[in-house]
């Protein structure tokens, strides 16, 4: 019972514009959630998070988005950089820190 | 040098095997933790320490087991490995955060494991 959920295995974008990578989530009881990237042969590496009392975070080029009625976020990476291709994991965890992982999407920039 | 290392970092095995992946780090985390990711699923929670005497089965734990030597040390152990145990293995670690229900969790590299 998977309940984080990417959608979308991959996208692709073009240097310079908008990535939007998304995510869904089942348990009303998360209240936090969380973005990690993934290099091939690397371990995650944190990138940004948002808490349930937000709607958006923002870091850099990166801003994350929180839709709770609609129990969603989102990633926008703008611009989009060649370097930013990588493995996207969305994650979310409640009161006890047991974070669960979507699958992933993979994004790949072309210059 | 990295904060946190898992070895080793390939591993092949048969079936029945006995196999112990260990993990250390050096950031001065209380918490620990280890994940299997398998394609299409991400990254699921097999065991967690939030200190040395402290260890939680996570969402998939049998046919694991771990220990907490230390707090800079967290080896995960397959009894009798089996072939759907093939998998890339992953310790994390984190310290607690005033305020926030999740802290941010810092992740090794991966151990590459198949059983045959």
């Known amino acids: 019972d998977q309940q984080v959920k990417q959608n979308s295995p991959s996208l692709s974008v073009q240097e310079g514009r908008i990535s939007i990578l998304n995510c869904d989530y089942t348990?009303?009881?998360?209240?936090?959630f969380l973005w990690y990237k993934k290099y091939p042969a690397e371990g995650p590496t944190f990138l940004i998070s948002i808490s349930s009392i937000k709607d958006k975070n923002e870091d850099g080029r990166f801003t994350v988005f929180l839709n709770k009625s609609a129990k969603h976020l989102s990633l926008h990476i703008v611009p989009s950089q060649p370097g930013d291709s990588a493995v996207y994991f969305c994650a979310a965890s409640g009161y006890n820190n047991d974070m669960r992982f979507g699958a992933g999407t993979r994004l790949t920039v072309k210059p | 040098d990295a904060d946190v290392t898992q070895t080793p970092r390939n591993r092949i095995t048969k079936t029945g095997k006995r196999i112990m992946l260990e993990c250390s780090q050096t950031?001065?985390?209380?918490?620990m933790y280890w994940y299997r990711q398998d394609p299409g699923l991400g990254l699921r929670l097999i065991y967690y320490s939030f200190d040395v005497k402290d260890i939680n089965k996570g969402e998939i734990s049998d046919g694991y087991s771990v220990s907490r030597q230390a707090q800079a040390k967290f080896s995960l152990s397959l009894e009798s490995a089996i072939p759907n145990q093939t998998a890339l293995y992953f310790c994390a670690t984190s310290a607690w955060a005033s305020g926030q229900s999740t802290d941010t969790q810092y992740f090794g590299p991966g151990t590459r494991l198949t059983v045959l």
């Open positions: 348990n009303s009881m998360f209240d936090y």
């Open positions: 950031k001065g985390h209380d918490r």
